[in-house]
Nanobody, 124 residues
Framework: QAQLVESGGGLVQAGGSLSLSCAAS????????MGWFRQAPGKEREFVAV????????WYKESVRGRFVISRDNAKNSLYLQMSNLKPEDTAVYYC?????????????????WGQGTQVTVSS
């Protein structure tokens, strides 16, 4: 099993930047493909970004591509999401998730382990 804990959320003005972290414990972190998802008030949780087990492959939700960067440090059992040029519509609870598979996925249902989430609020 994997335990995931997000940190780094907060309040930021539109156009600002924020960096999220996800600390993993339990099974070997490098064995998981990892994703970031988010859930805005009154909306379903949605895919944001995914990274392969080695970190060599990434994929992004179209609306965040070019503004967000997902990365990982397997030696530190950590996942990151660097967010820049933030917009009010990025306001949500952000979750990291782990998938015990070689293949990464954008589908929420295919992730087994989830963190508790961290709030990101972007003011206009």
């Amino acid at each position: 099993q994997a335990q995931l804990v997000e940190s780094g959320g907060g309040l930021v003005q539109a156009g600002g930047s924020l960096s999220l972290s996800c600390a993993a414990s339990g099974r070997t972190f490098s064995g998981y493909s990892m994703g970031w998802f988010r859930q805005a008030p009154g909306k379903e949780r949605e895919f944001v970004a995914v990274i392969s087990r080695s970190g060599s492959s990434t994929w992004y939700k179209e609306s965040v591509r070019g503004r967000f960067v997902i990365s990982r440090d397997n030696a530190k059992n950590s996942l990151y999401l660097q967010m820049s040029n933030l917009k009010p519509e990025d306001t949500a609870v952000y979750y990291c998730a782990a998938r015990d598979s070689l293949m990464w996925s954008t589908r929420e249902a295919e992730y087994t382990y989830w963190g508790q989430g961290t709030q990101v609020t972007v003011s206009s």
